[in-house]
C-alpha cells in the first residue's frame, strides 16, 4: 500500500516545533467519546482498544510499524502444512503471582473465541479449530487449513488474556479518578520475564491516556497539552488543518481497510441492483477527495483491492471501458425510468458521523447523484439511512477480512448468503490458487449484488509532537502505546 502524502506543510514536523519534554508523562489523546476509553468485553472502540493493547498481552504484539512481535509467547514456529501454529511462553507470572501457563491460555483463548462468535473478528478466527497446551509452557492453536495472516490475527486487542480482571501488561493501567482518564505505567522487563535494565525506573515514562471528542482534541493539541493524538479520520480531518501545525506535523497512516456506502434499504428505487449501480457509476472518485487537500488517496471501484489476489482477478477499475461521463448518462438513464415508471422522485437520506469533512464529503455526494437525479439529505448514523459510510480497518490483508465485513450476520446492511457460503467454503481450502479462486467468486457475486458503494481506503491520521521519534504510521491504525514509554537511547 501507497503512503499517503499530505500537503507538504502537512508531512514533515514544522522546524518551529520544539521537542517534547524527555521527562514526565507523555499525554495522548484518542478521538471518540470519552466514555469509550473504559469499554470492555470483545466490541472495543479505538480508544480502548489501544488501552487494551497495552495493559492485556496476547500471544503476539504489533510493533510501530506494524509487524509482528513477541509478547507473551516468547518465540514460536509454523509447522510445514502451514495448519499448526506453536507457541513457546516466556517465563512470567499474572500480577496475583501465579504462573502463566499453557493450560491458562489454553482456556483463555477458548473462551476468547467463544465470546466473538457473532462479531465480524469471530468471523475471521473461524479457521482455528482447536487450542492445546501441550506442556507447560508450550500452546498450539490448529486451523482448518492455513492462514499466512493468522499471527497478525491473534496481534489484535480483543485477543489480550485476561484473568481474574488483569493482564500481563506490558503497562498497568488505573484510572483516574477524577477524570475521565487513564494512567498507563510500564511494569519493569524483570516483571515481564525479561533481563533487568539499569536506571530503568528514571528512564520509562508514564503515559496518560483520554478518549476526546476531535474540536475539543486538536485544541488541547494547540495549545500544548496533548503530545500525540490518535484516530483522526477523514469526517475530522480539515480540523487538523486549523492551527496545530506550530506545535507538531500531521501524520496519515498507509490505512487498509473499507470505505464507503453500505445500502441498508432494498425497497424503492434501490430495490433493483442495477439502480444500485447506477448511484456507484455516478461517483468520480478520482476528484472525491479535492476538497480536503490530501494528496495520494487511494479511490477504489472494488470492495477487494485487485492487489490482495496474488493473480489479478479483475482490472484495476470496474468500468474500464466506460468514460465517467458515459457512466453519467447510463445512470441518470436508470434513475429517469424508474422515476417514469414508478411516478416518484428518487429521494435518499445518507448516513455520516458529524464533523466538517462529512459535510465536505457529503456536498461531494449531493453533487454526483443530484447529477443523475437522484435527491439526498444527510442524517447521522443510526437515523434510518438508505445509505450510510461505513469505516473499517482491516485487521490482516487477506480477502476474507473484506467479505466477512458483509457478512449476513452481522446485520449491517444488504448481504449474500451465496456469498457468505463460498467464504464458508474456502476455510477448508489449504491449496492457495483454489482457495483465491472461491474468495475471487464470492467478490464478484458481491459485486454483483450491490449491497456496497466502494469509495477508497480509509483515512487515519494523527497529531504528533515535534520530537516524538517512536510513533510511526501504519496500514493497520493500531499504534502500541508502551514503546512510547520507553526509552530511546
Avoid at 475521565?180 to 516483571?191: E, I, T
Avoid at 535494565?197 to 493539541?221: D, G, H, I, K, Y
Amino acid at each position: 500500500m501507497k503512503r499517503f502524502l499530505c500537503l507538504a506543510a502537512l508531512s514533515v514536523a514544522l522546524s518551529s516545533c520544539g521537542p517534547s519534554a524527555d521527562s514526565g508523562p507523555i499525554d495522548i489523546a484518542i478521538l471518540g467519546e470519552p466514555e469509550s476509553l473504559f469499554q470492555q468485553g470483545v466490541r472495543l472502540s479505538p480508544a480502548s482498544q489501544h488501552v487494551r493493547a497495552a495493559s492485556f498481552e496476547g500471544l503476539v504484539a504489533l510493533d510501530p510499524t506494524g509487524q509482528i512481535v513477541p509478547a507473551i509467547a516468547e518465540r514460536w514456529i509454523v509447522t510445514d502444512d502451514g495448519r499448526s501454529y506453536i507457541f513457546r511462553l516466556r517465563n512470567t507470572d499474572w500480577p496475583d503471582g501465579e504462573e502463566i501457563t499453557a493450560r491458562d491460555i489454553q482456556m483463555l483463548l477458548r473462551d476468547t473465541i467463544s465470546r466473538l462468535e457473532g462479531t465480524s473478528l469471530g468471523l475471521d478466527l473461524a479457521k482455528v479449530v482447536e487450542v492445546r497446551a501441550m506442556t507447560g509452557r508450550v500452546v498450539e492453536v490448529q486451523l482448518s487449513s492455513p492462514m499466512p495472516e493468522f499471527l497478525r490475527l491473534l496481534a489484535q486487542p480483543e485477543l489480550g488474556f485476561v484473568k481474574s480482571g488483569s493482564g500481563a501488561g506490558p503497562m498497568v493501567a488505573s484510572r483516574d479518578d477524577d477524570a475521565p482518564m487513564v494512567r498507563l505505567s510500564a511494569l519493569p522487563p524483570q516483571a515481564r520475564g525479561l533481563p533487568a535494565r539499569e536506571n530503568w525506573e528514571e528512564l520509562a515514562r508514564t503515559l496518560t491516556v483520554r478518549a476526546m471528542p476531535a474540536e475539543s482534541a486538536v485544541q488541547a493539541f494547540t495549545k500544548g497539552e496533548i503530545d500525540l493524538l490518535l484516530n483522526g479520520r477523514l469526517s475530522s480531518f480539515p480540523l487538523a488543518q486549523l492551527g496545530p501545525l506550530s506545535r507538531g506535523a500531521v501524520q496519515v497512516d498507509p490505512a487498509l481497510g473499507l470505505f464507503g456506502l453500505v445500502i441498508r434499504n432494498d425497497s424503492g428505487f434501490l430495490a433493483d441492483p442495477s439502480r444500485r449501480e447506477a448511484l456507484s457509476m455516478a461517483i468520480d472518485r478520482g476528484s472525491l477527495i479535492e476538497p480536503f487537500g490530501l494528496g495520494g488517496w487511494q479511490p477504489t471501484t472494488w470492495i477487494i483491492p485487485p492487489t490482495l489476489f496474488t493473480a489479478p482477478a479483475y482490472p484495476s477499475s470496474r468500468w474500464d471501458s466506460l468514460s465517467f461521463e458515459e457512466r453519467q448518462t447510463m445512470a441518470a438513464a436508470r434513475i429517469a425510468a424508474w422515476e417514469s415508471s414508478s411516478g416518484e422522485d428518487a429521494e435518499l437520506r445518507i448516513g455520516l458521523p458529524k464533523g466538517p469533512g462529512s459535510d465536505l464529503l457529503f456536498e461531494q455526494l449531493r453533487e454526483a447523484f443530484g447529477a443523475i437525479g437522484v435527491g439526498v439529505t444527510m442524517v447521522a448514523p443510526g437515523a434510518g439511512a438508505d445509505l450510510e459510510l461505513r469505516d473499517r480497518l482491516a485487521r490482516y490483508s487477506s480477502p476474507r477480512w473484506f467479505l466477512n465485513q458483509f457478512n449476513c450476520e452481522l446485520e449491517i446492511g444488504l448481504c449474500s448468503p451465496e456469498v457468505d457460503a463460498l467464504v464458508r467454503e474456502a476455510l477448508t481450502l489449504s491449496e492457495p490458487v483454489a482457495k483465491e479462486q472461491i474468495l475471487a467468486r464470492a467478490h464478484a457475486e458481491l459485486v454483483a449484488s450491490e449491497v456496497f458503494i466502494p469509495l477508497g481506503a480509509p483515512v487515519r491520521w494523527a497529531l504528533v509532537r515535534g520530537g516524538n521519534d517512536t510513533y510511526q504510521g501504519n496500514q493497520w491504525g493500531l499504534h502500541p502505546l508502551f514503546p512510547l514509554s520507553q526509552p530511546t537511547t
